[in-house]
């Protein structure tokens, strides 16, 4: 294992944080958090028959078995509400710029989370996993939590080699922590040997559910800059490429969209939303535009 970058303290990385990021929602957002943290609702309330322009996510299928006809949970919001981040620390999180890796991108999207949960009065845990889960740190409220987590994430050694990251762990370890509904972020660039889908649906099935997938430009679109030799960052496996190669770059493109879409078609079918959240893009962008498609999905 080797140690992760200097990212700052804890103390420094949360002043950062507040005066660049949270200072900047708060007056784009307005204070109006809801359509980042609600979603439509945590507690169940109540069935009835679905109507055109309902989320089909939320049909109970039992129900609509037994009735011969569509119906659809409803929930009633909670203002008090246990968020859980199920953190995926593998190899190829660390890939990225020197100063712009996912994992850090990763740290600098929980601490934000986390401190405009806790300021609202709710709690927030996680599961770190690098091919095992790592920690668990329990649901807790406070900026003392925040500055727990983001610590923990610091400490978190890199692993330098690791075998091909299985995803389907971490969500399972979530199904079996949390016994209480809430609202979870899963944080990964879902590089993963295949069969975590399944567990993913059984997770939002119980629980609000957002997918932030983490990547980095390059993972897509290779820039023409010559001959390369490219490292996986999980096996060690290297391959020599030549950039120039137009066909090339074209072939990896492809093959990067593939992947997009079988992802995309995965959360869609899991009925988890999705933020994708690129290592050059700013957050604060990223996250006002994740709100505004949830506030237009609430209509």
Do not use: C
């Amino acid at each position: 294992m080797t140690a992760a970058p200097d990212l700052g303290s804890p103390e420094r990385i949360l002043h950062r944080l507040d005066w660049q990021v949270i200072r900047r929602l708060d007056g784009l957002l307005q204070g109006d958090y809801r359509s980042l943290f609600y979603g439509y609702g945590i507690d169940f309330a109540d069935l009835r028959e679905y109507q055109p322009e309902d989320d089909i996510r939320y049909i109970d299928w039992n129900v609509t078995a037994r009735m011969s006809a569509p119906y659809v949970r409803q929930y009633v919001e909670d203002r008090e509400i246990t968020a859980w981040f199920l953190l995926d620390l593998s190899p190829s999180m660390d890939f990225g710029t020197v100063n712009n890796l996912k994992r850090a991108v990763l740290i600098d999207f929980v601490a934000t989370m986390a401190r405009l949960l806790t300021r609202h009065g709710n709690r927030v845990g996680a599961l770190l996993y690098s091919g095992q889960i790592e920690r668990t740190i329990p649901a807790r409220g406070g900026r003392l939590q925040v500055l727990r987590l983001i610590n923990d994430l610091l400490r978190q050694p890199r692993r330098a080699r690791a075998p091909l990251t299985a995803l389907g762990p971490l969500l399972d370890a979530g199904l079996h922590t949390m016994k209480q509904r809430a609202l979870v972020f899963i944080l990964s660039d879902f590089i993963s040997t295949p069969g975590w889908e399944r567990s993913l649906r059984l997770l939002s099935q119980r629980h609000e559910v957002i997918a932030v997938r983490l990547f980095d430009p390059r993972e897509v679109q290779l820039p023409d800059i010559g001959p390369l030799i490219l490292e996986d960052a999980e096996t060690g496996e290297q391959m020599y490429v030549d950039t120039h190669d137009a066909q090339f770059r074209q072939r990896f493109l492809a093959a990067a969209q593939q992947r997009e879409a079988e992802l995309l078609a995965a959360f869609t079918h899991a009925g988890t939303e999705l933020l994708s959240l690129s290592t050059e893009e700013d957050l604060v962008k990223a996250i006002v535009r994740f709100a505004a498609v949830r506030r237009q999905r609430r209509r």
